[in-house]
């Protein structure tokens, strides 16, 4: 079985253009997250999907973050335009319910803003 | 305010030693407990997990945590390290009742010296 699988792996733009990042996350997985880590700090949590809605996004720092999950399945986190300290990993992580259950993470997209 | 504390950013240690990694969080009730580990190159992997019951969890690797709800504690441990646990490891939280994220520590960077 497929685990959750991110793309690209690692990104460099220049600040003030567009970036967007991509989740599959494991097939049947309702739920889907989207966490930041920027360098020296703590993994930070943007927001969680359910399906294809919105049920969290407490997370995201601002409108220059745009997530989306059409259909229920894969995810796009579009940062535009992006500016020097949006640099950090982006983590996609999924699970099958809420509560007790673990989520599977992605190995993370690198993005650098220069 | 709600936090998750790794006090100790970096540890090094000799191949076999034992391994005690430290983990405290910040709620009023208890939480669902994780330990996660990201080696060099890949995302992040779960090695344990504790929701309720047994105290003691055995998690894959050889890793084991305890739980101490008087300490409000959840120490990661390991009797005998090998040189491909050289790694990141994170502590993480899921507060019962406030959504399925995770909130994490700042991560403790193990060392291992041959």
């Known amino acids: 079985e497929a685990g959750v699988t991110q793309f690209p792996s690692h990104s460099v733009i220049e600040k003030g253009q567009t970036v967007t990042l991509r989740c599959d996350p494991i097939?049947?997985?309702?739920?889907l997250y989207w966490y930041r880590r920027v360098m020296g700090k703590e993994i930070k949590f943007l927001l969680h999907f359910v399906k294809e809605s919105k049920q969290d996004e407490s997370g995201m720092p601002n409108n220059r973050f745009l997530a989306e999950r059409t259909g229920g399945t894969y995810s796009t986190l579009k940062v535009q335009p992006a500016e020097l300290e949006d640099s950090g990993v982006y983590f996609c992580?999924?699970?099958?319910?809420?509560?007790?259950?673990?989520?599977?993470f992605g190995q993370g997209t690198r993005l650098t803003v220069v | 305010a709600q936090s998750v504390t790794q006090p100790d950013i970096h540890i090094t240690v000799s191949e076999g030693a034992s391994l005690e990694l430290r983990c405290n969080y910040s709620y009023g009730a208890t939480p669902y407990l994780f330990w996660y580990v990201q080696s060099p190159g890949q995302g992040l992997q779960l090695l344990l997990k504790?929701?309720?019951?047994?105290?003691l969890v055995q998690g894959i690797k050889g890793f084991e945590a305890e739980f101490k709800r008087s300490q409000s504690s959840f120490n990661l441990r390991k009797p005998s390290v090998h040189w491909s646990d050289a790694a990141e490891y994170f502590c993480?939280?899921?507060?019962?009742?406030?959504?399925?994220?995770?909130?994490f520590g700042t991560g403790t960077q193990l060392k291992v010296e041959l």
């Open positions: 993480a939280v899921k507060v019962t009742g406030g959504g399925n994220k995770l909130t």
């Open positions: 504790y929701f309720s019951g047994d105290t």
């Open positions: 992580a999924s699970s099958s319910q809420g509560g007790r259950t673990e989520a599977f």
């Open positions: 097939s049947g997985h309702d739920n």
